[in-house]
């Protein structure tokens, strides 16, 4: 019995007998005392040639091996040996260094709620067959690196220490299960190769996780994961869909130049500081609901449809230079700090529709393919300076304090809104743009004219719209107030036209200087330019002593006239409208 366990002991070198003699090792419940190293015995040797030019002796061992639910006391060396049968050390405690480095499982190993007290070494191992390593615990640095698993590898809640859980350059051609796996110190993944479906569903990770330069060729699932320390997942390829819906990111996300090929979900996500600075994500993405902190999207290509409804952003966002092939929706997204699309390029439709933005959002230089929508958003301060709009905008119902996009650009895009265009040229003037107010305006009346017919509807006869033939006369006189040159436009029309009447009717006569009376056919001699001074006059309420209108002309003197002070009286209050601010 050994000093405080009731278990039997069993001497090392009985189990090594019996390996040197071929003969099966199966035990359980014991105490193993002393040091089982492999280097002891005679046994053949083969060379190993599995990572490429490397070959190394290889031990062969034809024993089958089961030590269960038992107390290794001592050492363990199995380095360079080759299994041929299966391996089953599960529910056994290694309370010394444990190193199967370079060991080949042809017939499978399993290890199922082993504990390794001290270092634990894998590395460059190959599990052939089967690799069963759920609920152990790991209390030292285990080193899986550039491990090969050609069968399904189970770590289902295996615990590994603050020390240091290493699968640096590891290869999992089949299914990988870590699934409700805790990882204490650092988990290195660093050029790890996934080949088949990898789960790390409701994992642990209480300090740093690197999966730097990994490659996951099968389905990926971190769902529920919660990531205490920084994650690093710069330059990693996801060919296949990724899922992290529910995970937290409590330190640095880091997924620069990451790429995925397939859907990538990030529904209910919780990030800390994240970045997928020139990263690729060519399916649909998802992130819906998810909550950030400071996050970089800056030159990020997203090839399929992205979804972030109901998102909401801590801190400062960037997308500067980012590139959205497909659809792009923002629906009822919060923006608490400042945005940046500085430069991004949307070439199917985007939707902000009922977007919050708390902050400054730069739209500056960005390119819209498609149609753009930010009905019923809430806008602090947007920029969409030199922004570049090929189809229709939409602010309906938006509210907006300060909106710098010179009308130009939303000229001939923005979709037909009364209060649109009120709030706008509102905008416009207190950014003290008024041309840009003026313009607004204006088409903003032509708009609504356009949109008006010539005849209503009342009771069961139709009638003239009286409303848009006003409107026509304001457009026509003074450009809806906003337009002074149409008055002298329509001003000059009338001038000529009532000077075109008087020459043609001869309506005008001039007294003669040496006050002799009117001598019939006197007024033929006057040319056009003569009625075209005395119409000028006329329009202008300048009196004529010595010439006058004659017969019908004396009204339609009078009517010009009249139409000279309205129209003067309009050209002052549109003049005074543009030139007094």
């Known amino acids: 019995m050994v000093e405080g366990s009731d278990l039997p002991v069993i001497e090392a070198s009985e189990i090594l007998e019996r390996i040197e003699h071929g003969e099966p090792v199966i035990y359980e419940h014991v105490a193993i005392a002393g040091d089982i190293d492999l280097s002891r015995l005679d046994l053949p040797f083969i060379h190993n040639e599995r990572s490429g030019d490397m070959s190394t002796l290889a031990h062969v061992l034809a024993s089958r091996i089961e030590i269960r639910n038992s107390d290794f006391l001592g050492r363990i060396n199995f380095v360079n040996s080759i299994f041929r049968e299966p391996l089953d050390l599960s529910g056994s405690t290694f309370r010394q260094e444990a190193s199967f480095k370079w060991a080949t499982f042809d017939g499978g190993a399993r290890f199922e709620g082993a504990s390794f007290l001290r270092y634990a070494s894998f590395r460059d191992a190959a599990f052939l067959k089967e690799a069963k390593f759920q609920e152990a615990s790991f209390f030292a640095i285990a080193n899986f690196g550039r491990a090969l698993f050609c069968c399904p590898a ?116 919780r990030f800390a500081n994240v970045s997928f600075k020139d990263a690729t994500l060519n399916g649909m993405v998802q992130f819906s609901e998810a909550i950030f902190g400071q996050a970089d999207f800056q030159g990020a290509q997203f090839g399929g449809k992205s979804s972030w409804q109901a998102s909401l952003f801590q801190g400062d966002a960037g997308f500067d230079g980012a ?112 041309e840009d107010a003026d313009d607004c305006y204006y088409h903003y009346r032509r708009a609504s004219q356009a949109a008006k017919s010539f005849t209503i509807q009342e009771e069961q006869a139709r009638k003239i719209n009286w409303s848009k033939l006003l409107d026509g006369l304001a457009w026509i006189s003074c450009g809806y107030g906003v337009r002074p040159r149409y008055t002298v436009f329509l001003s000059g029309f009338f001038i000529l036209l009532f000077a075109f009447l008087y020459w043609q009717g001869m309506g005008i006569v001039v007294e003669p200087l040496n006050g002799s009376e009117y001598i019939q056919g006197q007024n033929e001699e006057l040319t056009f330019l003569d009625n075209l001074y005395f119409s000028a006059m006329v329009f202008t309420a300048k009196t004529q002593v010595k010439w006058y209108p004659v017969g019908v002309y004396r009204y339609l003197a009078t009517l010009e006239s009249i139409l000279g002070w309205l129209l003067l009286a309009l050209f002052l209050v549109s003049l005074g409208r543009t030139m007094i601010r």
């Open 154 to 269: 189970n770590f289902v809640s295996a615990s590994f220490s603050e020390l240091c859980a290493n699968f640096l350059e590891a290869s999992f051609r089949n299914d990988a299960d870590w699934t409700g796996s805790r990882f204490s110190g650092t988990a290195n993944f660093n050029s790890a190769s996934f080949g088949g479906s990898t789960s790390f569903w409701n994992s642990y990770f209480n300090a740093e996780a690197s999966f730097q330069g990994a490659k996951f060729a099968g389905y990926a699932s971190f769902q529920g994961v919660l990531l205490l320390g920084n994650a690093d997942l710069r330059a990693t390829s996801f060919q296949e869909d990724l899922n992290m819906e529910f995970a937290q990111f409590r330190g640095n996300a880091i997924f620069i130049g990451t790429c995925i090929s397939g859907d990538a979900t990030f529904f209910r996500t």
């Open 323 to 434: 590139l959205f092939l497909g659809r792009t929706s923002f629906p009822t997204a919060t923006f608490l700090a400042m945005v940046s699309f500085t430069s991004a390029r949307f070439q199917e439709e985007a939707f902000f529709e009922g977007t919050v933005f708390a902050k400054t959002a730069d739209y500056s230089t960005a390119i819209f393919q498609k149609g753009i929508s930010f009905a019923g958003a809430t806008i602090d301060k947007m920029r969409l300076l030199k922004a570049q709009i090929s189809s229709q905008i939409s602010l309906q119902n938006a509210e907006f304090n300060r909106l710098e996009a010179r009308w130009p650009v939303l000229c001939n895009h923005l979709r037909y809104d009364g209060e649109t265009y009120l709030s706008l040229a509102r905008n416009y003037r207190n950014l003290e743009w008024f």
